[in-house]
Structures are given as C-alpha cells and as structure tokens.
C-alpha cells in the first residue's frame, strides 16, 4: 500500500516508505519481520502447499536461509536448519529419528546439557538412552537393539579430548540403517567433516566456534541428504508412510532428503525454536573468518598445551595436538588444519591449585563458554560436570585440580604471561580425592 498525504497520521506512521527504493547490498540482509507479504491468494496457497517462498520467518526467512546454506555448503550436506541454539540442534535431529518406545547408543563422554536432556526430558517421552565408550567398538555394536534408532557422539570429548573414530561408529550404525548423528561444535567444519566420513546428521552450537564473538545463540543440524528408504524405512515408518490425510510420505516427496526436509517442515517449525533473523545474520558473520580463527586458535592451542605440559605444577595435559594423548594419531587422521582449541590441563595441588588459577588470570576470561575469539577458563568439577559422580568425572577425564582452557586469537605470548603469573603461588600438594 501507498500511504499518501490523503490518508490520516496514524495510517501514514504505519504504512509510509515501506516500499523502499530496489537495492543489492553486498552483505546478506537482515529481514526482522515476523512474516512477509502475498501478491495474491495463489501465491499463499502456494507457499502452505509446496512450502515455496517465505511467509512466516518460523518456517522460513531469507536471512537464515542464506546462512543455512552457506552452513550446509561448508560442512558437505545437503541441507542445513538453523535453530535458535545448539541445545535445540540436538533436542531437534534426536525427536525427528526417536519416539516413545525407542532407543539411542549415546558416547559417555558429551556435553551435559545433552546428556540431562537424554535423562531428564526424553526418557520422560519413552526414549531410552545406553551410554558407552565410543572408543570401544565392540561396546556401541553391543549396545544396539533392535529399537535402536541412532547414534549420538561429540567429534571431540569433553573433558578428555578424546577422537570420535566418525567412519568406523558410522559403519557400525550402517548395518542396521542406524544414522550416527555427531555434534561437531568442538572441531567445526574447518577441522573436520563428518558427513565426508559416514555420519548422517550434524549438529553444532553455532554460538560457538561459528559465530565467534560470543554474542548470540543458535544451533544448527545439517543432513547428509542420504537417506535410503529401502534400507533404513523400516526404523522410520513417520518417513516412509502416508500422512495423516492420506498423502505422499516424505521418501516418496523427497527421496533421499526425505530426513532432512521432515526437519524442516514438521519438527524445527512446530517444536519452534526459531532462530532471530538477527543472531542469524551475526552467526553468518561470523562464519565469514572462520577458518581464519580455526587456524589461529589452534596454534595459539598447542604452543600453551606444550608450554602447560612442561610446568611443575600440571600433572596432565589432555589436548589431541600432543603427542602424548592417546588419540593423537586418530586426530591426525581425522583432523586437518588444527586439532581445536578447547582441552584441559590438571594440577597437582587439585582444588586449591584450580581455584588458585581460575580467580588469578587476568587475560583469560572466566566464564561458561567456549570458541570465542577470547581466551576463556572454566572449572568442569564445580560447573560443567558437577551433576556426575566421581567415578563418572574421572572417566571423562575431570578431577578436582582440573580446569577447561578454550584458547582464543590473542597474541599467544600474552596469553602464556596470564598464565605464568596466575600460576605463581599456586598450592603444589597431591592432587585430593573428593568423595561425593
């Protein structure tokens, strides 16, 4: 609509110049609107019948469709949905493989949040959880049944820094039609490629590594778009059947994306964790450096990994970049341009020691985060891993003296100076044993 200087105030503060002038900006747009215009009633039929075009950013947005696709592109799928975090990315790949009666093969060794998410809240929906050592592939083929409908690993483990073999859990999962969904926030698609290696689906927190900036939230899921009716429809009947009215099933409409767009068009819009066009166009700004980053973080990684493993004071350094980590030769393999950023170091006087290094750095940022372009610390035994026991800490690698380190851009001899003066005075007695 025209608002013209015949039609009253509060018509005209509505309506004028919303029809701005036809322009191509270089940098991908940002379009804040909860839903969008139709020429006519054909075009809205249209767009609810076929899903073409957009009219409602909650199924649809130009700003996140360009970030899904250069997302998609980076990480070799065949599609990518944007969610508003990396929590949702998980909650949303798993409710779109399981249902109530069902069962997944789980790493031991992921992130909290997703692990109280597998205990808490699906197991309330019927969905069962095995946690195993990925590590031991004997112990994740044990683990499937015949309800089994995915696979969940991290491509880096938290707190250890263990390496998911990718190609040999995903085969694993091939046997039985099993898709090995992988959250790969740790490695991004900078330093490792899931999909290239077998795995079906990937998540990551993009309020991570692929933002950057430590600003914004979101999570993203990327399909393979491999989907094989044939050999896994029998685990998926809600992809290979009619629908509800009685139309074509997704593998029937979609073929091998049927997965992927039944993320799209029925799980992420109705669960709704939509993400902000905004944080959207932030993340997409981010990914524009984020090889740049990858790269200058992980070598800044390993030179203060080195440096830690030479101090008195550490007992143990996890970090795959060291030759002394038991899966340093899979991280070769796996791992190109960098072995990540994020890894723990464990000191000999235990509590005390951590607490003594966390609340001296200066430089380095104490917070729950990690991937930002800043140096950040954490202590996993009091926050990150405080809901586990003790034996469950020290299996993933966490004991009292153990702090999380994600390195960030800054010059790396300011970083090793923030450390080397918060380690000064630090209490060197053997490292305690807390019994919970």
């Known amino acids: 609509m025209t608002a013209g200087a015949d039609t009253g105030f509060s018509t005209r503060q509505v309506h004028a110049g919303s029809v701005s002038a036809p322009a191509t900006p270089r940098a991908t747009p940002i379009y804040l609107t909860a839903g969008f215009t139709f020429s006519d009633l054909d075009e809205s039929a249209e767009h609810f019948g076929t899903g073409a075009g957009f009219g409602y950013s909650r199924t649809g947005n130009p700003t996140v469709q360009a970030v899904e696709e250069r997302l998609a592109s980076l ?11 990396g929590q949702a990315a998980v909650t949303v790949a798993l409710l779109a493989l399981a249902g109530a009666g069902d069962h997944v093969v789980v790493s031991e060794h992921i992130y ?48 250890r820094n263990d ?30 490629r899931p999909i290239e290696h077998g795995a079906a689906v990937v ?15 979101g999570g993203v899921i990327v399909d393979d778009g491999r989907f094989d ?16 009215l009685g139309g074509a099933s997704y593998a029937e409409k979609h073929g091998p994306r049927a997965r992927g ?34 790269e200058r ?6 030179v203060v990994a080195r440096w830690l493993e030479d101090r008195p004071e550490v007992e143990r350094v996890d970090y795959v970049g060291l030759a002394s980590h038991p899966h340093h030769a899979l991280g070769e393999k796996y791992l190109r341009g960098g072995h990540g950023s994020v890894f723990t170091v464990t000191l000999r006087g235990g509590l005390e020691a951590a607490r003594h290094l966390v609340q001296s750095v200066r430089l380095i940022t104490h917070m729950t985060h990690l991937g930002d372009v800043r140096s950040l610390i954490l202590h996993p035994q009091s926050t990150s891993h405080s809901a586990r026991t003790v034996s469950e800490r020290e299996r993933a690698g966490v004991f009292p003296g153990t702090v999380r380190l ?30 919970l």
């Open 163 to 192: 390496v998911l073999d990718v190609a040999a859990v995903a085969e694993i999962g091939a046997e039985r039609g099993i898709p090995l969904v992988v959250d790969s926030t740790f490695t991004t698609p900078y330093l490792l």
């Open 229 to 244: 009716a044939a050999a896994s429809g029998h685990l998926f009947p809600h992809l290979v059947q009619t629908d509800r």
């Open 112 to 159: 909290e949040g997703t692990r109280g998410l597998l205990l808490d809240n699906l197991a309330r929906l019927g969905i069962e959880t095995t946690f195993v050592d990925v590590s031991d592939l004997d112990a994740v083929r044990a683990a499937v049944t015949p309800r089994t409908k995915a696979l969940f690993a991290e491509t880096l483990s938290n707190a």
């Open 261 to 294: 767009q039944y993320l799209r068009e029925s799980v992420a819009p109705r669960f709704g964790p939509s993400p902000s066009p905004l944080n959207a166009f932030l993340i997409g700004q981010g990914i524009e450096t984020l090889s740049l980053r990858v």
């Open 75 to 85: 990480e070799g799928g065949d599609q990518a949905i944007l969610v508003s975090s």
């Open 406 to 435: 994600s390195i960030g851009i800054e010059d790396v001899g300011d970083i090793l100076a923030d450390l080397e003066q918060a380690l000064v005075g630090v209490p060197s007695a053997e490292r305690e044993t807390v019994v």
């Open 297 to 302: 973080q992980s070598a800044n990684a390993l």
């Open 203 to 217: 998540v990551h927190s993009a309020s991570k590594f692929l933002a950057g900036q430590g600003a914004v939230l």
